[in-house]
């Protein structure tokens, strides 16, 4: 694999920084949270650059921090903004930087996680379920474009959520060559066929 380290994508409240920790014991390598990475750069929150310098501001901080952590060495669990992936050029950075987990949940999930956090100022809002709904279909298609697994975790906890990807990233290295085999897997909007390498819709 050209690049070992993974990347957990999704709406904010789908479990990523949770899991990321979770999958970083089962894995053995580190773990970084690109939100908090941006937090301690800048000495504040993510909610206060939103409010001083707006959310353009803090889309140029995502993509130049990306554009670091192509660059680096070893391998790590990073656990991205839930709106990274709408820049184009985030999608491409995020694919070079390492395998690209999708965690999937729905609007209810998410609202059920997060209607009492004050701390994400895209749902400061008079109808924070609608908002959810809104941006999560405005941002679907950007989600899985990058993604290189789709893991829909509303019936799965943080354990079940580690392994699953655990167990996928070994498969990545014990792809079967074994003739022509074709297998297919479903994922969401996008499906996979493998011929002649067996394992589980990475693109």
Known sequence: ???????????????????????????????????????????????????????AAFREKETALLRELADRKGRTIYSVGGGTPVQIRNRALLK??????????????????????????????????????????????????CADLILDTDDLNIDEIAEKIAREMDKMKLLVINGPISIFWGFGRRACTAHRIISICWK
């Open 1 to 55: 694999m050209k690049n070992k380290n993974v990347i957990l994508t999704g709406f904010m409240g789908s479990g990523k920084t949770t899991a990321g920790v979770r999958l970083s014991y089962r894995m053995r390598i580190p773990v970084e949270d690109t939100d908090k990475m941006i937090e301690r750069r800048e000495g504040r929150s993510v909610a206060e650059i939103f409010a001083v310098e707006g959310e």
């Open 96 to 145: 070079q930087l390492g395998k690209v987990v999708y965690l999937r949940v729905k609007p209810e999930t998410v609202y059920g996680r997060l209607k009492d956090d004050n701390t994400r100022p895209l749902l400061q809002c008079e109808d924070p379920l609608e908002r959810i709904r809104e941006l999560m279909e405005s941002r679907k298609e950007a989600y899985e474009d």
